[in-house]
């Protein structure tokens, strides 16, 4: 029972009844909550663990957010720092590890509303680059907090294109010190979260200079503040970048260096050293640090960015049971907006999505273990393949987190639109997912450099990595649906999602190569096909996606019910792509116009049919009232009740109006006179 | 002089953007002149313009730099000060109100909007002339600050829903105003929380213990003098939100509030002192102000999108980034097809919206004139076809202003780019004055509707009158797959009938799943309800013919050669570029072959190689003021970088060098591990 298991103190809502509307909606549910939950979690011991956690920072006041929404920026980033240092005292005090799961946890209970998160960054940053010696000498100083490091690598002009940052570290050998320096407004560091207030040392990614010669980019490691007073070391200018959509509570920030002299030491020297005379070394492959980047990409997918596209579907799917509007029938009381169409096509496949890429993001955890394992031993083989996944699944896992999101929250009419709803906090924060960590479109275009070359190789016949091995395969140019039935069947729509990337990228590939025999150079083609190539690799992630939650729903087997549901999901999934991309797939007449009816039609079945398990699907997200902070989504639906009271403690009605007194008075004061 | 121009002189102009404007194949004045409808008018614009942006009375600090609390109290005293300086300089033409007004709070929500725009308007148009006396001169004055409490927290769409209760009672002659439940509570109307000293209540009305549905009744919320609300009534703002940080939306609960018979509107209805009930003559007759509401919105989607436009456009001509040759310095980003690609067809859809602005306001101004001559035949047509554009318009842009954002990357995240406050102070149009899912089936109901005529054999006339071909094709149906593709992709009136076309299929074709449902199940409602996807994307393929229609006959008056050829290519992107989003419609039907959905990809790819080395002039046409567009990205000298700088030193956290969280946070942490 969902009830039972709350382990009653740290979920506000079970000392309080249910709203029947709601609990009408978990009696009816076709599978177990409680076993889908831990089939989420990756077992039962996590739950338990997750749960545990969930209870520690539930019950301590200081991880309170309820406030959270009346803050000014200010207040938010000294409530963050405030429940980052108490995190630390929590580790300390009940010994868990720094990499243990409870840590994810934490953050996942807290929303990710914690100050210097970069300062793992730092840490991971001079791991992968720094030598031994380094790592030796501050890592102990950061596990300490003796200091806080940032990663200062965007500039004020640069962001993707980091062969043109600006920054300049220049070696002088009669001193054995590098200068840093910042030599114009563009070439500031701008960005780098917990650099404007928080942090005391940054790893700097400069030009390096050596006589005269550039070496291209590397990494110093630079002390910006005091470790006294916190005051900027001289020549240092830095500040916050000022407010901005969501992320009030990280102090972005800007940071000048005029002169800057560190040590010869202080460049991260893992793989390119200077030399006491000068002399510039290279030494090994930075491929590790490379691989790095990948697993940190994949990580913030599953960790940062998924979970707020399930919270939003949890707040949303919640509030359309409990939301009532409008007559279905003359004289029947309102319906519950979620029992209409529009609504179901709003917000079911968005939680659709939400599922499609959780099964994804253990397929990329698994992926990038074997990758893993691979290169402990020296084999990069899969490195390539690894890289190119995951920059066009960031791009499109992040768009489509963003997009339902926000789908969700207008889902919510105006209360979607309060603060209170906890839905633009969820917004913001996955808007910001599209452009950090790689532009999306430049992503999108190195998957599509990559599958270009793959498919080069299909055509004369080379071995191609196994997520492209499809490429080669032939398929009879006409679906085999029949009846609107045949439109569940997982072959069908996967065959369906095969072709179209296929040919997609055989339009683009063939485009390109028309263009350069054409006599036109190579970069000026690539850039007239970037249109179709950003289209190519979208369909080839959504073949991914769909293929991969496939296999996902056919390894429940031992699950009956709870595949059941999923393999609803799956179909939804699939064929609420081919609905929103229709011409894609008539295009060639792959799929033709009677076909695009079925499919339509077994689309739109679905909706009604998910549309009873809708609640269930969300509760087994299993996120505490605490950890959504939203005034609609909670677990028990007293949605106006709470809407009423939270708003009264908005500080607009605990202060005093002065506007009333300077302004309004003034404008108010002839009518005593007159009437 | 062109405001424009008076900027060129200042400081130095960005070499790019320099480059840029004296590249434009036309003169970016006359396309001004055409978008304000006349140079008189633009001159007037920006002489109105310049009351405000010269007058030091409203400066201000940058607001993305104050809390809530302040925001709200610079945006009263900028609305107390508007107020009198409109009647110092005796301004009062609606169009010269609304600039002087958007140069004051520059897009942004404020809390006198409604009492400007709905608590006085409906005074005019539903109060006796009695009440006119009473109340009419005082809310003019604002000595009376009203607002209009419509929406319930439970209730917001359905008006047949709300709750609050004012019951008559003879023995004292008042209403008795009262909040029965917690979802009865009214929740959202601006200016509600803190400004307003009275409101007009909307209720179901009790009388002779009988409910005669919803009426609207001025009630005083708060006493004249110190402010305070009266006895009997709770009233408080509702707290954060996305945006509308300036605007105090408020909350009213009203316990057992009495208020005198005379407060109840009663230039329609009424209630006599006995009790006794008489009902208004028609009901059509409050169509007229939501078809000019719903213009401001359409007109609103177009400003909004354009300045999110100009703000990408300028960015990414002083942007630069990568390599496109190697070896060669970094390419503007608007030298990408895939930056062109994000943001020309939204330049286009711009004008167009601009054009469907127009087009309602004219409209509404013309059936004004005919409902005061009694005639009320266009208006159903009218209130359907602008629900329907008002959710079209209100979602594309809504959509269209977040990729404005995103194509600038990283830097549109910050608010000095002035897009994430466009953004936020604009979604709501989505959901507010009827949310757009139901906006989009009332205007379903009226295309299902008209088709049915035509099915009956009789003719429709408007907008919809492109159904009365289907009945021809009733005939012979089959000639539609048949018939030879007619679509010129390169001519726009081609394009129109490739438009309606699609349009009259999905009309069909929802019309058709409808019967389907009702003939499987009894309840017309539960088969609406299984249909409505279906009625949805026919109502959008229907507004979607209307907005090209309408862009397309714009060009035909366009004298000018040159801005016409410019013209003419955002015309073929809008349209063309619609169709390659909606290539399944075009091909299911087949309006288009295949071969030539390839040549439309292909043709959009052209036009946006072809509108690039106009992208400067096209947007400074829209001649929006640096002050107005609010962001450093979009600054019309293009002196991006050291200007983020300045800004950024102004943040909140750099108010000392070392924040204090590092004394009573950070410092202590070292000492515990």
Not at chain 1, 57 to 75: A, C, K, L
């Amino acid at each position: 029972m969902a009830q039972t298991r709350m382990h009653g103190y740290f979920r506000s809502s079970s000392s309080r009844d249910v709203n029947p509307d709601l609990e009408a909606e978990r009696k009816t549910a076709s599978f177990s909550v409680e076993r889908l939950t831990t089939i989420l979690d990756g077992g039962a011991e996590n739950t338990k663990t997750r749960r545990a956690v969930d209870a520690i920072i539930h019950s301590d006041p200081v991880f309170n957010r309820e406030n959270q929404y009346f803050q000014t920026q200010n207040e938010r980033y000294e409530a963050a720092v405030k429940r980052a240092v108490h995190v630390q005292e929590k580790i300390h005090q009940m010994g868990w590890s720094e990499n243990g799961p409870e840590i994810q946890y934490f953050n996942r209970a807290l929303a990710g509303e914690l100050a210097f998160p970069i300062h793992l960054v730092f840490k991971n940053s001079i791991l992968a680059l720094g030598t031994d010696e380094q790592i030796a000498k501050w890592i102990p100083l950061a596990d300490q907090y003796r200091i806080i490091g940032t990663y200062a690598q965007t500039e004020l002009g640069h962001g993707t294109f980091l062969r043109g940052l600006e920054t300049t570290a220049t070696f002088h050998v009669s001193t054995q010190e590098f200068t840093l320096n910042t030599p114009k407004i563009s070439a500031m560091k701008w960005w780098p979260g917990g650099l404007g207030r928080t942090a005391s040392h940054a790893v700097i990614f400069a030009q390096l200079y050596v006589k005269e010669k550039c070496y291209g980019i590397h990494p110093f490691l630079v002390q910006i503040r005091s470790l006294r007073d916190h005051s900027p070391a001289p020549g240092v200018i830095v500040g916050d970048i000022g407010p901005k959509m969501s992320f009030e509570h990280i102090d972005n920030g800007y940071l000048m260096l005029q002169n800057i002299n560190i040590p010869r030491e202080n460049m991260l020297s893992r793989y390119s050293q200077v030399l006491p005379d000068g002399t510039y070394v290279k030494q090994g492959s930075d491929k590790m640090n490379y691989f790095t980047m990948i697993m940190t990409r994949v990580d913030i997918l599953s960790r940062e960015v998924l979970p707020n596209l399930l919270r939003a579907c949890t707040i949303a799917i919640r509030y359309s049971v409990v939301r009532r509007q409008s007559e279905l029938k003359p004289g029947d009381p309102e319906a519950k907006i979620l029992d209409y169409q529009t609504q179901q096509q709003k917000l079911l496949p968005p939680l659709a999505t939400g599922y499609a890429i959780h099964f994804l993001s253990v397929y990329l955890d698994e992926f990038c273990s074997k990758g893993h394992t691979a290169i402990k031993q020296g084999n990069f083989d899969l490195l390539p393949e690894l890289h190119a996944l995951t920059s066009g699944l960031k791009a499109i896992i992040t768009e489509d987190c963003a997009a339902g999101a926000e789908v969700c929250r207008r889902a919510c009419g105006g209360h979607g639109y309060s603060a209170l709803s906890g839905l633009p906090f969820l917004y913001t924060k996955l808007a910001a997912s599209c452009t950090y960590e790689g532009e999306n479109t430049v992503l999108l275009l190195q998957t599509a450099r990559f599958l270009v070359k793959c498919f080069g190789a299909v055509l004369s016949g080379q071995p191609v990595p196994a997520s492209v091995v499809y490429l080669s395969a032939v398929d009879s140019g006409k679906c085999q649906a029949w009846t609107k039935m045949d439109f569940l069947k997982p072959d069908i729509y996967a065959e369906a999602y095969r072709h179209r990337a296929t040919r997609l990228l055989r339009n683009a590939a063939s485009k390109l190569q028309a263009l350069v025999q054409s006599g036109a150079e190579e970069y000026e083609a690539w850039n007239r096909c970037t249109v179709q190539l950003v289209q190519a690799a979208k369909a080839h992630c959504q073949y991914i996606i769909v293929k991969n939650f496939i296999d996902a729903v056919e390894q429940l087997r031992n699950e009956a019910e709870i595949q059941k549901i999923m393999k609803h999901l799956c179909d939804l999934f699939a064929l609420h792509g081919i609905f929103s991309n229709t011409g894609d797939f008539l295009h060639d007449g792959y799929i033709s116009g009677d076909q695009m009816d079925m499919a339509t039609a077994s689309y739109l079945h679905l909706l009604a049919v998910i549309r009873n398990d809708a609640v269930p699907l969300v509760d087994a997200f299993d996120f505490s009232d605490e950890s959504l902070n939203s005034a609609l989504g909670s677990y028990d639906g007293h949605v106006y009740q709470r809407l009423y009271e939270w708003a009264q403690k908005s500080p607009t009605n605990q202060q005093v109006n002065r506007a009333y007194e300077k302004y309004l008075k003034p404008l108010f004061q002839n009518a005593l006179s007159k009437l | 002089m062109d405001t424009a121009a008076a900027m060129d002189t200042a400081a130095a102009m960005n070499a790019d953007l320099r480059r840029e404007r004296d590249a434009a194949s036309f003169d970016r004045g006359l396309l001004t002149h055409l978008l304000d409808g006349s140079a008189e008018r633009t001159r007037r614009r920006r002489e109105i313009e310049a009351l405000v942006l010269n007058d030091p009375d409203f400066k201000h600090e940058d607001l993305n730099f104050l809390s809530r609390s302040q925001r709200y109290e610079e945006a009263i005293r900028k609305s107390a000060l508007l107020v009198m300086k409109l009647r110092k300089y005796g301004i009062a033409d609606p169009d010269e109100i609304f600039w002087f007004k958007s140069s004051v709070h520059r897009g942004r929500p404020e809390p006198l909007d409604l009492h400007l725009g709905m608590f006085l308007p409906t005074l005019l148009t539903q109060a006796t002339p009695e009440q006119q006396d009473r109340f009419f001169m005082p809310a003019w004055n604002l000595e009376i600050v009203g607002t209009y409490a419509q929406t319930e927290m439970g209730h917001g769409t359905h008006l047949r829903g709300l709750e609050t209760t004012a019951t008559y009672d003879p023995a004292t002659q008042e209403f008795i105003l009262h909040s029965p439940t917690v979802t009865s509570i009214k929740w959202w109307p601006g200016g509600l929380g803190k400004t307003s000293n009275h409101a007009i209540v909307l209720a179901q009305l009790y009388t002779q213990g009988q409910c005669k549905g919803l009426h609207a009744f001025i009630v005083p919320i708060r006493q004249l003098g110190t402010h305070e609300p009266l006895p009997g009534i709770t009233v408080g703002d509702i707290g954060p939100k996305f945006g509308y940080d300036e605007m105090d939306n408020g909350y009213l609960k009203m316990d057992n509030f009495r208020i005198p018979r005379e407060n109840m509107l009663m230039k329609y209805a009424k209630v006599e002192p006995d009790g006794t009930y008489v009902k208004p003559l028609s009901d059509k007759l409050t169509y007229g102000t939501m078809v000019f509401i719903r213009s401001i919105i359409v007109g609103d989607s177009a400003r909004s999108l354009a300045r999110a436009c100009t703000i990408a456009i300028r960015y990414s001509l002083v942007r630069h980034q990568s390599e496109l040759k190697p070896g060669e310095p970094e390419p503007q980003i608007l030298d990408y097809q895939t930056q062109q690609y994000k943001l020309f067809p939204l330049l286009a859809t711009s004008y167009a919206f601009h054009f469907v602005g127009v087009y309602m306001k004219n409209t509404y101004h013309r059936i004004t004139g005919d409902i005061n001559q009694g005639d009320l035949s266009e208006l159903p047509e009218l209130h359907a076809l602008t629900a329907g554009l008002k959710a079209f318009t209100s979602w594309t842009a809504n959509a269209g202003i977040e990729e404005c954002r995103m194509s600038c990357g990283g830097h549109g995240y910050s608010r000095c780019s002035g897009l994430p406050d466009i953004y936020v102070t604009f979604t709501p149009s989505c959901t507010y004055e009827g949310e757009n899912t139901v906006m989009m089936l009332q205007t379903a109901r009226f295309l299902v509707k008209s088709y049915t005529q035509v099915r009956s054999g009789q003719l429709v006339s408007g907008t919809v009158s492109y159904l009365n071909d289907l009945s021809e094709q009733l005939i012979q149906p089959q000639q539609v797959a048949a018939r030879p593709t007619a679509v010129h992709i390169n001519d726009p009136a081609s394009l129109v009938e490739g438009y309606k076309l699609r349009a009259s299929r999905l009309v069909e074709a929802a019309a058709k799943n409808l019967q389907t449902e009702l003939n499987r199940r009894k309840s017309q409602e539960d088969a609406w309800n299984r249909t409505s996807v279906d009625l949805v994307r026919a109502s959008e393929a229907h507004c979607h013919y209307v907005v090209v229609k309408l862009f397309v006959a714009q060009l035909s008056g366009i004298q000018d050669p040159a801005v016409h050829a410019v013209m003419n290519n955002l015309c073929l992107l809008y349209a063309l570029y619609g169709i390659s989003k909606h290539a399944g419609d075009f091909l299911q039907m087949g309006i288009l072959t295949d071969a030539q959905v390839t040549q439309v990809y292909q043709h959009v790819k052209e036009l946006l190689a072809a509108v690039r080395p106009d992208a400067i002039a096209l947007v400074d046409a829209f001649d929006f003021h640096d002050d107005h567009l609010g962001s450093v990205l979009g600054r019309y000298d293009g002196n991006i970088y050291e200007n983020m700088f300045e800004w950024a030193k102004k943040s909140p956290l750099n108010k000392t060098e070392v924040h204090e969280s590092f004394h009573k946070h950070l410092k202590p942490l070292q000492a515990k591990l």
